[in-house]
C-alpha cells in the first residue's frame, strides 16, 4: 500500500485506516455515520504489512460495540480472496464475541477451507555443521560463489557465536544486484553485538543505502551516546521519506538513552500519529515514555482502543487511573475476542496487581 492512498490521520478515515485508538473513540460518538468507514476497511486491506499490522479485532470490535450491520461483512465472503480472508477473520472475532448472524455465516463457508491455514516457523539448524569458520568466510570472499551459497554461510554464522572475522566483509556483500544486502546478512551482523559499532559507524555514512540501514541498526541496538545525533538525523531522514518499515528499530535504539535522545520526541510523536504501519506504534510510544514526552497520560488512554495488541497492553499497564479508564479495562478484561494477555493484564491492572493498579502511577 503506497502511503499516499491513506487519508490524513487528522481526519476519521485516516484514524481508522491506520486502527488508531481515537478513530475508535470518535466513532462511538456517531455510530450511524461511520458504517460505510468501517465496512470499507474491511473491504479493502490498509495493513501496511498484512503479515504484522492487526486491524481484524479492532474492526470487529467496532462493529459490535456500536451495532452496526454484519449483513455487508457477510456479503464481503463473496469477494475475492484477500477480501474473503479479512471478512471471515472479522466474522470468527464476531461470532466469539456473540454476534448469531456472523456464527450463521461461518460454518460452511469454514468448512470449505477458506480459513487461514496455521502456520509454525521451522526451527532453523546450522546448513554446514562439517564447516569451520575460516571455511564460511572464505565462500563468502569468492566472488564467484553464488549469492545462494553465500546466503547458507550467512545463515550458519548467524547460529554460532560472533565471528568479527565477518566485519570487514560485510560491505561487499551485497547481493548481486547491488541495491541489497544478501539475506541473513543483517542476522549474521547481528551476533557480533557491540564489536561491530565502529565498523557499523563508517557503515551508516555509506552511500550505499544497505549498507548504511545495517550501520544505523547497529548504532541503535549497541552505539552510545555520541550516536545520537546521527540516529535522530537518520529518523528525520526516514520520516522525510515516508520509509515506514525500520523506524521502529531507531526508536527502540533511541529509548536507550532516554532524555538524552529527547530532541528526537517531535519525530517520534510524528511517527506514532502518522504510521499506517501499525505494528510499529509500541516502539514509538515507548519510546516517547523513556524520552519523558509531555502528553503521555492520553496517549496511553487513547492506546486502550488501539488495534494493536501491543499497543492495548501499554495503555492498560500505564493509562491514568480515571473512570473512563476503569470502564474501559473492565471492557477488555471481558471481551472474549481480546487477546489473553491483555484480558490478563486488565483483570489484575483492575485488582490493583498490575504495574499500574487501581490508583497507580501516572501517565505522564
Known amino acids: 500500500m503506497h502511503s499516499d492512498h491513506y487519508a490524513p490521520p487528522t481526519t476519521l478515515l485516516g484514524l481508522l485506516q491506520r486502527g488508531r485508538g481515537q478513530g475508535a473513540r470518535i466513532a462511538a460518538e456517531d455510530p450511524a455515520a461511520v458504517a460505510e468507514l468501517v465496512h470499507g476497511c474491511i ?19 467496532l462493529i459490535l460495540d456500536l451495532e452496526l450491520p454484519v449483513a455487508p461483512v457477510v456479503d464481503l465472503l463473496s469477494g475475492d480472496e484477500g477480501t474473503r480472508d479479512r471478512a471471515t477473520g472479522v466474522l470468527e472475532l464476531l ?11 461461518l460454518p460452511d463457508r469454514i468448512s470449505e477451507g477458506d480459513g487461514p491455514a ?17 571455511a564460511l568466510l572464505a565462500l563468502l570472499r569468492d566472488p564467484g560463489v553464488a549469492d545462494g551459497a553465500k ?12 565471528e568479527p572475522e565477518l566485519i570487514p566483509l560485510v560491505p561487499a556483500l551485497a547481493a548481486s544486484d547491488g541495491t541489497r544486502p544478501l539475506p541473513l546478512l543483517g542476522k549474521a551482523v547481528d551476533r557480533l553485538a557491540g564489536q561491530a559499532v565502529p565498523a557499523a559507524r563508517e557503515w551508516a555514512a555509506s552511500e ?11 548504532l541503535a541496538a549497541h552505539g552510545d551516546e ?11 531522514r526516514r520520516w522525510v521519506d515516508r520509509a515506514w518499515c525500520g523506524p521502529d528499530d531507531l526508536a527502540r535504539g533511541l529509548a536507550r538513552f532516554g532524555p538524552e535522545a529527547a530532541d528526537a520526541v517531535s519525530l517520534l510523536r510524528r511517527f506514532w500519529l502518522w504510521t499506517p504501519h501499525s505494528y510499529e ?10 524520552m519523558g514526552a509531555a502528553g503521555m497520560a492520553e496517549a496511553y488512554t487513547e492506546s486502550l482502543w488501539d488495534g494493536e495488541a501491543r499497543a492495548r497492553l501499554l495503555g492498560v499497564e500505564h493509562a491514568p487511573d480515571r473512570p473512563d479508564v476503569r470502564d474501559r479495562l473492565a471492557r477488555l478484561r471481558d471481551d472474549p475476542m481480546e487477546e489473553p494477555e491483555v484480558r490478563a493484564a486488565a483483570g489484575a491492572r483492575l485488582a490493583g496487581a498490575g504495574p499500574g493498579g487501581p490508583a497507580g502511577r501516572p501517565g505522564g
Request: proline share 8%; hydrophobic share 40%; charged share 30%.
Open 43 to 61: 473491504r479493502w486491506d490498509w495493513r501496511w504489512d498484512s503479515q504484522v499490522d492487526d486491524r481484524g479485532l479492532y474492526l470487529a470490535r
Open 95 to 105: 461470532a466469539l464475541g456473540g454476534s448469531e448472524e456472523a456464527r450463521r455465516a
Open 118 to 134: 496455521p502456520r509454525h516457523p521451522a526451527k532453523r539448524v546450522d546448513p554446514y555443521p562439517d564447516r569451520d569458520n575460516a
Open 151 to 162: 546466503t547458507t554461510a550467512l545463515l550458519a554464522l548467524s547460529l554460532r557465536p560472533p
Open 208 to 218: 550505499q543505502a544497505w549498507l548504511a540501514e545495517i550501520g544505523f541498526g547497529v
Open 226 to 236: 555520541n550516536d545520537v545525533p546521527s540516529l535522530i538525523a537518520e529518523l528525520e
Open 281 to 290: 506504534r509500541a516502539d514509538y510510544l515507548e519510546a516517547l515514555a523513556a
